[in-house]
């Protein structure tokens, strides 16, 4: 890694973070340069680099070329001239000043001659834009192929791919270096640095939910509105904000639920069971797992961040309506009662609510009746404590459910093709 970073020239930078394009972090041409180094850490033995000098100035682009040159002095094969459509328009060696270069594309007829004192990147740039092209009536890359650098190529391709005698042929007891564990080590960890290295995402959600979490309203009709206000704003904030991170999420979920325990729990003076706390804690943490994942679902399944953010506001929207606390189960119309039976919230309320209070019979009243509280959250939300067994499965299936989601069309969906 060190003969990388010296190869490229980037030991100055070494430990700098890159940081966000054109807001923090790296320069753009030192960000192309870090691309090459990517690459470089495989060892291979050919580079197809693909507009590596695009959007940079004269400058920047001296510098990419002398560390295209360094790499060449390795003994490694670069291409990298090419046109649309992945066509080669110049395959060979640059020489002192670039004399080479200059010299093939000055040779053909209508390119203008470089000026004294220019710059061989930008005029080999500028003579071999597309309009330049379109306006000479001439194909660079059908004018490479009659050449004598593409014949000269092609004879030594012809000449290499012919292995020495005596010698064998390369074998490798496995298609990657390190073993399936290995790699999802390497990728957890390094998920965790980029996670560690965004502490303004992490410590606003954290902050959110403590924030949150203060409310000492002991009243049922307020307990249950807060924690509903509660499961709405933080899920809808866990949700959106997710979008242009998608990384490791576990632990920071378990401390998020974590605090949000410990400061709303005694705050609006629940029940003290441990029976109870242990529902409180597994409802919160699958609810705030399950807003996550279904983000990432929602990025993984978008073209653009513009597209994830509108899918994932008529989501809470979705969410919001039909969570059944402000239209109640018994109330919603029968065709649009499915909703309500496939949409998380429902069940995380059916959880909280039936684990916190289904087994207490004290009296209250309620729109003018007086009912017990089983009997009310029965009449009113249909929530039943013969079916927290169900919402406990279901809790746990919903990010399970999601994050296979993600996982499946992240790895099948490619929105970067042409």
């Known amino acids: 890694m060190p003969e990388v970073l010296q190869l490229i020239e980037l030991e100055e930078i070494k430990d700098a973070l890159v940081g966000t394009c054109g807001v923090s972090g790296i320069s753009r041409e030192q960000r192309k340069r870090l691309t090459i180094a990517v690459e470089l850490v495989s060892n291979p033995s050919i580079i197809f680099m693909d507009e ?31 046109k649309r459509g992945g066509k080669i328009i110049y395959s060979g060696e640059l020489g002192q000043n670039s004399c080479n270069l200059i010299e093939y594309f000055e040779g053909i007829p209508g390119v203008s001659k ?51 005698q005596g010698s064998e042929e390369l074998h490798f007891t496995t298609h990657f270096s ?23 995402y992490n410590l606003g ?47 920071y979920i378990f401390l998020e639920a974590t605090l949000f325990l410990i400061i709303s729990y005694p705050a609006v003076n629940l029940y003290e069971s441990a029976y109870k706390v242990s529902w409180y804690f597994n409802d919160i943490f699958c609810t705030l797992l399950n807003y996550k994942y279904m983000g990432m679902a929602i990025a993984s399944l978008s073209s653009t961040y513009q597209m994830a953010s509108i899918c994932g506001s008529f989501c809470i929207t979705v969410v919001n309506l039909f969570s059944g606390f402000l239209i109640p189960q018994p109330m919603l119309p029968k065709w649009w009662v499915w909703f309500y039976w496939i949409i998380l919230t429902s069940w995380t309320l059916r959880g909280l609510f039936t684990s916190q209070y289904g087994d207490i019979n004290r009296e209250i009243i309620a729109f003018g009746k007086r009912k017990t ?3 009310f959250l029965e009449s009113h939300y249909g929530f039943k404590r013969e079916d927290l067994l169900l919402t406990a499965i279901l809790l746990l299936a919903y990010p399970i459910f999601f994050a296979s989601i993600f996982i499946y069309f992240t790895a099948k969906l490619n929105f970067q093709k042409r």
């Open 178 to 200: 390190q073993n399936r564990w290995e790699q999802f080590k390497t990728c957890l960890w390094k998920q965790h640095l980029s996670y560690w290295r965004n502490p303004t």
């Open 373 to 375: 509280i089983t009997a």
């Open 205 to 251: 959600r954290l902050i959110l939910a403590m924030v949150s979490s203060f409310d000492k309203d002991q009243d049922l009709f307020n307990i249950m509105g807060s924690v509903y206000v509660f499961m709405i704003s933080i899920g809808a904030s866990n949700l959106l904000s997710i979008l242009p991170v998608v990384i490791i999420e576990i632990p």
């Open 114 to 164: 470089i000026k004294e004192n220019y710059n061989p990147a930008t005029w080999m740039l500028e003579v071999t834009n597309p309009s330049i092209e379109a306006e000479l009536r001439v194909d660079f890359a059908h004018l490479y192929k009659e050449s004598y650098l593409y014949q000269r190529n092609k004879k030594l391709v012809n000449e290499l791919r012919v292995p020495t």
């Open 52 to 82: 590596p000098t695009t959007g940079l100035d004269a400058r920047a682009v001296v510098v990419v070329m002398r560390v295209v040159k360094n790499i060449v002095s390795t003994k490694r094969t670069v291409i990298i001239l090419m």
